[in-house]
């Protein structure tokens, strides 16, 4: 029988309990660890204090197999995890020569250092250590009084990566299942919409077994399916994801992947072509997006950022009279902008985004009127968006932006735009 | 003496347990109860779970004197918060009548409704309730065997602001003091080194408080008071505060806000100047992140991505030869970005910003090598960057775009760029 493992993520930070910031390492690594079939049964969040350190620790071990901490680990006096979590387990902290020569060459040698940076080479006798490639304290993981504790740095630029490459390995060999899980990703159509398509079928289903999920601005459906090996796993699912894909048709952008631009990368390289982007109202966020992908610079010639109508006719060169006469938020200008910096640049394709993210208006277009637009070879693609009146300028930036990607992935396969 | 109230927030739901949803209720609550002197000690999440509930209202009730929890308050079977608590404090559910005649109301007539429904109407016998304005399930509060208890809807857009209109008056008179919070923001120097600097008189301070904590790219001093009123708690930082501001110089770039474009959009407004960028490595980041504060409009007027050596050439008018000669990744290619950038939109400054944010280096430069220039009337500055070959490409992308936003703030107040 398979032993049920409860886990509790115990995070350290009197930051977090003053909200200063929120606890996404928590939601992270559980959702990481629903993965792979480790039940989280307590978080917890206590301050830099010893004493409730070391209390909440003894609570942690009466109620949980596993302990993941997060937090605690850096070079300030604020910093007592290590200590504490040893005291609790009955253990020394130690040098870690490695990790100490790793510290000298991570600060480099003209930049000062100070004595307490060193600290975080210390760590319990006999751990598994986790370097840290994404900043300094390393991570660790042991087992002692019948207990498996995994140490975490706080910041989650650091946390998510070392727990995704080596805390989910080292809690992997808990389960003798095999928990696989795919993400059918879907863009227009919500998760409500998602949910009355399948909820029959997914009342009905126990292993796999499936659930919609919503995201900011499009959905997925979760596929999960447990079985003794990955490959038997897989073989359960692939029926149940042919028959979701074939159903939603269209609205699938991907699978496995976290946003339209990771579909449309491929599909660009594939041809051999690039793309350049006007952006109003985005103000950068469309090509930063794009960006952000490594291997990106293979299909992204550039773009403009013209925020100001004088800037769209300067650097677009698009006509004052026709800006004037239409306004900047309108299909001509749209289209102007898309054609034009296709041009400009020499890219396969343009896009352009002009729009009212909020929260003024232009008098003439409510906030959240977005036209977005798409120029190929021959033909332009405009779109007019009302995203709503009353949501952030944060969702409807990244709502147009969604658009133009999925403008872009489905004149790449061939749909209609 | 004032009575110090420790306090526990527990938040019921499995859906975070999983991951699937991020804990901003906790996060939120503990930022309004610190604005009013209440210490929130613990933050715990607990799934839908009767006797795990129980077991962790019990922990609260032996380490905290103010309980609030949030979630479990619906009309599922799922939602268990107000059964357990009351058991666990000893006291009967009855119905509201109020509240059921409210739920009839809410429920359309031509909307079918199910039992459970009604179950929203049964509350804690004596206790006070608030009504849900923003959703269906009232929140409540008691006080029982010394405890103070709160309850609220977990749905973050019912219970932050129930919390803030009955929570905050409800809890304030709990406490006689006021809490006041500042945070100085710092560039140039890191965590450990502001650490470091002031560990003596940290550790000497008990009212006013200060302590450092370190973001992605910059870091910030927290000072904190407590007094009887927010004057009184002002007056006693405004010294430390000085003292600090006068002891960090230059590297303090300002108060209360987030980043370091935050402090460079007043100035540059109050000088009535614009600016335009023009990003390689960087891919739309720099616009981006300026063009996300509101009215960033006034002073931005718009800028290229110019990704290849291509587009640097054709949309900014850069000698393909220079290009060529010097590399994409040089001090003479920043130098014309910034002040090509400058002329063709007419802005007053004109920044740029050519690197490497890796994966790949370009077999001269190493990656996070990074060249960011400023050029204004007269005058163009370059700084090269070496940001650490180890480092993932957001904290190189954002570091830059903290170096450009630095050299800019530097500029416009006339410290040394």
Redesign the interface.
Known sequence: MNKVYNTEILSVG???????????D?????????RIGVN????????DNPQ?LH??VE?AKA?ADVIITTGGL?????DLTKQILAECFGLKLVENAAEKAGLYD?I?PDR???P??FTQAMLPEGCTVFHN??GTAPGCAFEAQGKIVVMMPG?P?ECIPMFRQYGIPYLKKLSEEQIVSHSIRIFGIGESGVDDMFAEEMNAMANPSMAP?AKECDCLLQVTAKARSEAEAEAMMAPVIAHVKERLGEYVYGMDIECIEEAVLPLLKEKGMTF??A?SC???????R???I?G??AA?????????N???A??LGIDPDLIEEKGAVSYEVAKEMAERVRT???ADIGVGVTGLAG?DGDGVHEVGTVFVSMAVAGETFVRELHLGTKRT??FIRRMAGNHIYDMMRRWLTGLTV
């Open positions: 009197t930051e977090l309990l003053l909200g200063h910031i929120t606890n996404t928590a939601r992270d690594i559980s959702e990481m660890l629903s989280v049964r307590y978080h917890t969040v206590v301050g409730r209390d909440c609570i109620r850096g070079p300030t006096c604020d991570y480099h000062a250092y100070t307490n940076n490639h994404w910041p630029n999920y350049a982007t952006e985005t103000g950068g966020d469309v090509a930063r794009f960006t952000e490594p990106a610079s992204f010639a550039g773009g403009c950022v013209t925020y100001t004088e800037v769209k300067r650097l400009l640049t020499g929260p300028r944060s």
